[in-house]
Protein backbone atom coordinates (compact mmCIF):
# COMPACT_ATOMS: atom_id res chain seq x y z
CA UNK A 1 0.00 0.00 0.00
CA UNK A 2 1.16 3.33 -0.97
CA UNK A 3 0.93 6.43 1.52
CA UNK A 4 1.02 9.89 1.41
CA UNK A 5 3.38 11.26 4.17
CA UNK A 6 2.48 14.62 5.79
CA UNK A 7 2.90 16.71 8.76
CA UNK A 8 0.20 16.86 11.28
CA UNK A 9 -2.06 18.90 11.85
CA UNK A 10 -4.38 19.10 15.43
CA UNK A 11 -7.70 18.37 13.61
CA UNK A 12 -6.13 15.02 12.94
CA UNK A 13 -5.55 13.61 16.40
CA UNK A 14 -8.38 11.65 16.78
CA UNK A 15 -7.42 9.24 13.65
CA UNK A 16 -3.91 9.55 15.27
CA UNK A 17 -4.87 8.26 18.59
CA UNK A 18 -6.44 5.15 16.79
CA UNK A 19 -3.30 4.23 14.95
CA UNK A 20 -1.43 4.63 17.95
CA UNK A 21 -3.67 3.40 20.60
CA UNK A 22 -4.09 0.11 18.18
CA UNK A 23 -0.19 -0.29 17.63
CA UNK A 24 0.56 -0.26 21.20
CA UNK A 25 -1.93 -2.42 21.98
CA UNK A 26 -0.08 -5.10 19.92
CA UNK A 27 3.65 -3.57 20.42
CA UNK A 28 3.32 -4.04 23.95
CA UNK A 29 0.85 -6.55 25.04
CA UNK A 30 2.81 -8.71 27.01
CA UNK A 31 5.28 -6.58 27.45
CA UNK A 32 4.06 -4.02 29.48
CA UNK A 33 1.61 -4.04 32.27
CA UNK A 34 -2.00 -3.78 30.93
CA UNK A 35 -2.48 0.07 32.39
CA UNK A 36 1.10 1.04 31.14
CA UNK A 37 0.03 0.46 27.82
CA UNK A 38 -2.38 2.68 27.08
CA UNK A 39 -2.29 4.83 30.70
CA UNK A 40 -4.01 8.31 29.14
CA UNK A 41 -7.09 6.63 27.84
CA UNK A 42 -8.98 7.91 24.47
CA UNK A 43 -9.62 11.64 24.99
CA UNK A 44 -6.45 11.49 27.20
CA UNK A 45 -4.64 10.45 23.83
CA UNK A 46 -6.23 12.86 21.49
CA UNK A 47 -5.49 15.80 23.23
CA UNK A 48 -2.23 14.55 23.72
CA UNK A 49 -1.74 14.37 20.13
CA UNK A 50 -3.67 17.56 19.76
CA UNK A 51 -1.36 19.44 21.77
CA UNK A 52 1.44 18.47 19.99
CA UNK A 53 0.82 19.34 16.39
CA UNK A 54 -0.07 22.58 17.74
CA UNK A 55 3.48 23.01 19.86
CA UNK A 56 5.95 23.42 17.06
CA UNK A 57 8.58 21.42 18.76
CA UNK A 58 9.64 18.82 16.53
CA UNK A 59 7.48 17.28 13.89
CA UNK A 60 4.34 15.04 13.98
CA UNK A 61 4.22 12.96 10.83
CA UNK A 62 1.96 11.22 9.59
CA UNK A 63 1.12 8.31 7.09
CA UNK A 64 -2.68 8.78 5.30
CA UNK A 65 -4.07 6.99 2.47
CA UNK A 66 -7.05 7.26 1.70
CA UNK A 67 -8.19 9.38 4.24
CA UNK A 68 -6.79 6.95 6.92
CA UNK A 69 -4.07 7.76 9.49
CA UNK A 70 -1.83 4.15 8.85
CA UNK A 71 0.77 5.70 11.64
CA UNK A 72 2.38 8.36 13.10
CA UNK A 73 5.96 9.62 13.75
CA UNK A 74 6.89 11.99 16.63
CA UNK A 75 9.97 13.95 16.57
CA UNK A 76 10.96 15.78 19.37
CA UNK A 77 13.93 18.30 19.89
CA UNK A 78 15.98 18.11 23.10
CA UNK A 79 18.88 20.76 23.05
CA UNK A 80 21.26 19.54 20.37
CA UNK A 81 19.49 16.11 19.90
CA UNK A 82 16.14 15.14 17.95
CA UNK A 83 13.98 12.13 19.89
CA UNK A 84 12.03 10.15 17.58
CA UNK A 85 9.78 9.73 20.97
CA UNK A 86 6.85 7.56 18.77
CA UNK A 87 6.64 5.62 15.73
CA UNK A 88 3.79 3.57 15.45
CA UNK A 89 1.95 1.95 12.67
CA UNK A 90 -1.58 0.23 13.05
CA UNK A 91 -1.23 -3.08 13.02
CA UNK A 92 -3.25 -4.16 9.62
CA UNK A 93 -0.49 -2.25 7.68
CA UNK A 94 2.73 -4.10 9.24
CA UNK A 95 5.34 -4.59 6.45
CA UNK A 96 3.37 -2.42 4.12
CA UNK A 97 6.46 -0.03 4.32
CA UNK A 98 4.83 2.60 6.54
CA UNK A 99 7.31 2.39 8.94
CA UNK A 100 10.30 2.77 6.99
CA UNK A 101 8.83 5.64 4.97
CA UNK A 102 7.77 7.45 8.54
CA UNK A 103 11.62 6.66 9.87
CA UNK A 104 13.17 8.20 6.63
CA UNK A 105 10.86 11.03 6.18
CA UNK A 106 11.50 11.86 10.07
CA UNK A 107 15.53 11.38 9.62
CA UNK A 108 15.27 14.19 6.51
CA UNK A 109 13.27 16.30 8.83
CA UNK A 110 15.91 16.17 11.38
CA UNK A 111 18.35 16.87 9.17
CA UNK A 112 16.60 19.79 7.58
CA UNK A 113 16.50 21.38 10.43
CA UNK A 114 20.00 21.27 11.17
CA UNK A 115 20.04 17.96 14.06
CA UNK A 116 22.69 15.68 13.79
CA UNK A 117 21.57 13.21 15.47
CA UNK A 118 18.40 11.08 16.17
CA UNK A 119 17.94 8.71 19.07
CA UNK A 120 15.51 6.20 19.57
CA UNK A 121 14.60 4.64 22.95
CA UNK A 122 13.35 1.41 22.69
CA UNK A 123 12.41 -1.00 25.12
CA UNK A 124 14.80 -3.41 26.01
CA UNK A 125 12.09 -6.33 25.66
CA UNK A 126 10.68 -4.78 22.33
CA UNK A 127 12.13 -7.23 20.11
CA UNK A 128 10.62 -6.30 16.98
CA UNK A 129 11.27 -2.47 17.42
CA UNK A 130 14.83 -3.14 17.73
CA UNK A 131 15.14 -5.41 14.88
CA UNK A 132 13.27 -3.01 13.04
CA UNK A 133 15.78 0.13 13.64
CA UNK A 134 18.63 -1.96 13.22
CA UNK A 135 17.77 -3.94 9.92
CA UNK A 136 17.42 -0.45 8.26
CA UNK A 137 20.66 0.16 8.82
CA UNK A 138 19.69 2.79 10.51
CA UNK A 139 22.03 3.56 13.36
CA UNK A 140 23.72 1.44 15.96
CA UNK A 141 23.01 0.30 19.45
CA UNK A 142 23.52 3.12 22.27
CA UNK A 143 23.43 3.67 25.72
CA UNK A 144 21.00 2.39 28.33
CA UNK A 145 18.51 5.01 29.65
CA UNK A 146 15.67 4.59 31.75
CA UNK A 147 15.51 1.22 31.44
CA UNK A 148 14.97 1.58 27.55
CA UNK A 149 17.89 1.03 24.82
CA UNK A 150 18.64 3.58 22.60
CA UNK A 151 19.26 3.32 19.05
CA UNK A 152 20.96 6.36 17.52
CA UNK A 153 19.77 6.30 13.56
CA UNK A 154 22.01 8.89 11.77
Do not use: C, Q
Amino acid sequence: MSAHIREAAPSDARSIAVAYRASRLEAFGGILPDEAVLPRGFDGDVSRWAEFAAAGNGHLLVAEADSEILGLAALEYEESVAELGALYVHPSHYGDGIGTALLGNALSAASEDSYKEVIAWVLAANDRAKRFFLSREAGSTAAWKYGRKGILLS
